[in-house]
């Protein structure tokens, strides 16, 4: 089988094909229609960047002059590109504002985690402590950077090994610390599982004198145990 643009001669250039192609095409129809995260097609990077590597380097001097200008122009353009994004994350050369700029969200986390902490020492530790989010994002954030010392359920996501369910929940009695990103309420069901929940003040990430994102906390004393209808 004989591919444009692929050398000939060794299933290696299929096997770089086939693993980076498909995933980037489908990918990028995607985008089309709905939001595509960058990290997806991730598995396809590795491939796609083998074969661009092999081909050139094959092929490099076959090449007329003018193919070889775009290649340098093309891989200086992508070297600049990845710099500058590295160096947006942190120090904020270009000025997008906070809430728009991508590398902002990688701000703020290790100050929420140590918020989580500050809160659970308000907390009497014989009676057990534990985080509870909606996001799964939430979720891993919260386990990292409070080094899996406090366990985090996640609310309402019962496909997950994580949910908060009857045959995962912690002890009854327990104390509990509500976090999310941006909306100011409760899920529906969570308080009547609680003697009490008290909103605390919120936590909000900065950059550049601009607002990234909100994290409303709720801390929730007496845990009453999980029913078979809770979810």
């Known amino acids: 089988m004989r591919l444009p643009g692929i050398p000939p001669g060794g299933k290696h250039w299929l096997l770089l094909f086939w693993t980076s192609a498909p995933v980037l095409l489908f990918f990028a129809y995607t985008s089309l229609r709905s939001k595509v995260e960058a990290n997806w097609p991730a598995l396809a ?3 796609a960047v083998v074969a661009l590597g092999g081909v050139a380097a094959e092929g490099w001097t076959g090449w007329s ?3 070889r200008v775009f290649a340098w122009v093309a891989g200086l353009m992508a070297l600049l590109l990845t710099v500058l994004a590295h160096l947006q994350a942190v120090h904020a050369v270009n000025p997008i504002p906070a809430h728009r700029d991508p590398t902002s969200q990688l701000h703020g986390w ?3 985690g140590d918020r989580m902490k500050q809160v659970a020492q308000s907390l009497d ?4 402590i534990f985080l509870l989010t909606p996001r799964h994002q939430l979720v891993g954030e919260g386990m990292f950077y409070t080094q899996g010392k406090i366990p985090v359920y996640q609310w309402d996501a019962p496909n997950r090994i994580n949910h908060l369910s009857p045959l995962n929940s912690p002890p009854v009695g327990s104390q ?3 976090f999310i990103e941006g909306r100011n309420e409760l899920p529906r069901g969570l308080e009547p599982l609680f003697e009490s929940c008290e909103k605390l003040e919120p936590f909000i990430v900065r950059r550049n ?3 990234v994102r909100t ?3 709720w801390k929730c004393v007496g845990f009453k145990g999980l029913q078979c209808n809770t979810p």
């Open 45 to 47: 990077y590795f491939s």
């Open 65 to 67: 002059k003018g193919r």
């Open 110 to 112: 290790r100050g929420l």
């Open 125 to 128: 530790p014989a009676k057990g």
């Open 176 to 178: 509990g610390i509500f």
């Open 209 to 211: 004198s601009g607002v």
């Open 215 to 217: 994290h409303p906390i």
